[in-house]
């Protein structure tokens, strides 16, 4: 009869006809009198959300101090009901470290129990046990559904600080969750999710578990390729930044090897990857084939919406928004959407509305939170975007975004040094993202540190072009650099960048302007003309560019007015020399005659009297005729 009841209570529960299974089971507590029929009579009440009857009768016999799934039910009833501390009475404050399992002891007793069978078999003996051992001599006394309880009471533990908005004890509940029973993914998940970790951290804190305490039906092979692919699963959910390629080698095992290529978690890990890599229309395309199966998969939608976003399609996001609203208004990710579309169309009191309507719906949603400060930001409040930030930085301690938009927040106040400080952060957290690179080299610029701006700059680039960026993400950038190069006074490669982004079929009126004054700088006034004849093509009203050409015409005439005075003073030059060639041949043919009629005087003393005074007469004719033409 017992056997009966059981089997008739597990089938009503799984076909969730909970009236049946509620009245079967306690029929069946009547008869046993078992704290295990006992937990599943309160499993049931718990599915129909009567928490307060649950508690009533978990509460009969002291079941929540003999049974930890007991005491667990009982403590999620409080955290249902909004009792946290109760909830967290119940659970106890301490988290029990001493079951955390540390990675490779499991093989290692594995080892050892598989050594001790061999050995019993070869002297005949039988009873060895071929199985996965706990890692520790405490986890030997439990059980591992004792175990997994108190790793489910960790997570809870930390749920309950969340709420208190005590992250630090939170992050640790979690952690001590999963290091526990490895198989704990809520208490995963909430790390990834909400950022408690750095990427840094993320890996270590991966590399800490001990995934050969999974044990599958006492298979060592098969439990062993279980711990490989358990972990396989936890890499795709870890930071995009720091370990590419590992992410990539990931995916490719499970896509391959498991046929989950997919799998909607593995696209969307994918389409975060792409995201992260500024190709939002692979991303798009990932997340659009998501959606196409499950078409209300809210994993996927926040990633969607930005690549949406970043795209400009206005009219898909109204109709995904409208669509949401309407049928899921119960979901913080609707009203997500609904702020992202206003946002999109430049309509900010009406996008701050329903950011912050998701944000009440669920206060650890991250997008809602950053979609609530980028309102401020976009009218220029920058003080309240910086408190709206500055509170997702809070709430999110894992990520560099916050501290990020933080960081250009206070470049936009011209506070550079606090910039500095957010954007170091920023960096810490993140040393391969191009946009806190960008930023970096922004604030050196403004600095005046031009070399050190240069090298962020063309880091920038660099990893954007590793990433395989779309184009248009790296024209800020390129912009910058040859901003950095013209005033460090490296001209030719100053425009070659702002070359390289009009090559890009860019139309942008200050690109042009940029070009022009490089080549003015470089002396080429006639080609700097040129080029903002092409800016004001695009603005004719612009005033820097309208300015900028007068003085670059005003150059133009000054220099071909230098090089008209040049050429005449050549030509002055050149019958200079004429003049001078023929003082020349006069003074060498008055010479011969000079020295004639000496020789001539040589015959008499009047006539030698006066050719010399001939002589002199024409020698100071001569002096003074070439004073005269020293002087011209």
């Known amino acids: ?15 969730h006809q909970y009236d049946t299974a509620i009245f079967v089971a306690d029929k069946l507590l009547a008869l046993t009198n078992d704290d295990n029929d006992a937990f599943w009579l309160a499993q049931a009440h718990f599915n129909t959300g009567n928490y ?38 119940i659970l106890g404050d301490k988290n029990p470290a001493h079951l955390i399992s540390a990675p490779g002891s ?72 999963v290091q526990i029973d490895v198989q704990c993914f809520e208490a995963f998940d909430a790390l990834m999710a909400n950022s408690l970790m750095s990427p840094d951290e993320e890996w270590r804190f991966l590399d800490s578990l001990d995934f050969d305490t999974i044990n599958v039906a006492n298979n060592p092979s098969l439990s062993q390729e279980a711990a490989q692919f358990t972990k396989t699963l936890y890499t795709t959910r870890l930071s995009k930044y720091t370990k590419p390629e590992e992410f990539a080698s990931a995916t490719e095992t499970l896509s391959t090897h498991y ?38 998969n809210f994993n996927v939608m926040p990633v969607h919406l930005a690549a949406l976003h970043e795209l400009g399609q206005t009219n898909t996001l109204f109709l995904l928004a409208h669509d949401l609203a309407d049928s899921n208004p119960q979901e913080a990710c609707s009203w997500l959407a609904v702020g992202v579309y206003y946002l999109a169309i430049g309509r900010i009191a009406e996008a701050r509305r329903y950011f912050s309507k998701s944000s009440m719906m669920d206060p650890h949603f991250g997008p809602a939170w950053i979609g609530f400060a980028h309102t401020f930001a976009a009218e220029g409040e920058h003080d309240q975007a910086i408190s709206a930030y500055s509170t997702a930085a809070r709430l999110f301690q894992g990520t560099h975004l916050p501290q990020l938009f933080l960081g250009m927040q206070n470049l936009q106040l011209n506070n550079l040094s606090l910039a500095r400080e957010y954007l170091k952060t920023a960096y810490d957290l993140c040393e391969t993202d191009p946009l806190v690179l960008n930023e970096l080299g922004v604030v050196y610029y403004n600095d005046g540190h031009f070399p050190e701006a240069i090298q962020f700059f063309r880091r920038a680039l660099q990893y954007s072009e590793q990433n395989e960026a779309e184009p248009d993400a790296l024209i800020p950038t390129r912009i910058n650099l040859g901003h950095a190069l013209r005033q460090h006074k490296q001209l030719e490669e100053a425009l070659a960048a702002f070359s390289e982004v009009l090559r890009g079929c860019t139309k942008d009126v200050s690109v042009h302007t940029s070009k022009a004054i490089v080549l003015m700088e470089m002396g080429e006034s006639w080609l700097a003309v040129a080029e903002l004849h092409k800016a004001l093509a695009v603005s004719p009203q612009d005033p820097m560019a ?87």
């Open 1 to 15: 009869m017992e056997k009966y009841l059981r089997d008739w209570r597990q089938e009503a529960l799984n076909r």
């Open 52 to 89: 307060n009857r649950t508690q009533s009768l978990l509460a009969r016999g002291n079941l929540t101090g003999r049974s930890a799934s007991c005491r667990y039910l009982a403590a999620h009833c409080s955290i249902k009901l909004g009792k946290l501390d109760e909830a967290l009475q």
């Open 106 to 177: 499991a093989r290692q007793k594995l080892r050892h129990v598989d050594v001790n069978a061999r050995a019993g078999a070869r002297h005949g003996k039988t009873g060895a046990r071929n199985e996965r051992l706990p890692t520790s001599e405490e986890r030997d006394h439990e059980d591992t559904a004792s175990i997994k309880s108190e790793a489910g009471m960790c997570y809870l533990r930390g749920v309950c600080f969340a709420k208190q908005n005590s992250f630090d004890r939170a992050k640790e509940c979690y952690k001590t969750a």
């Open 259 to 296: 046929n989950l290529g997919a799998n909607p978690d593995i696209l969307l890990a994918k389409a975060d990857l792409m995201f992260t890599h500024c190709r939002f229309r692979d991303a798009l395309a990932l997340t659009s084939s998501v959606l196409e199966n499950d078409k209300y």
């Open 546 to 632: 309208t300015d900028l050409l007068n003085r670059a015409l005003s150059e133009t005439d000054i220099q071909k007015r230098i090089e008209h005075e040049h050429v005449e003073e050549l030509a002055d030059d050149d019958k200079g020399d004429e003049e001078i060639e023929e003082m020349d041949r006069r003074l060498h043919g008055r010479l011969r005659e000079i020295e004639q009629n000496r020789v001539a005087g040589r015959r008499g003393g009047r006539r030698r009297r006066h050719a010399q005074g001939m002589a002199a007469e024409d020698m100071s004719q001569l002096e003074e005729s070439m004073v005269v033409d020293s002087d011209d």
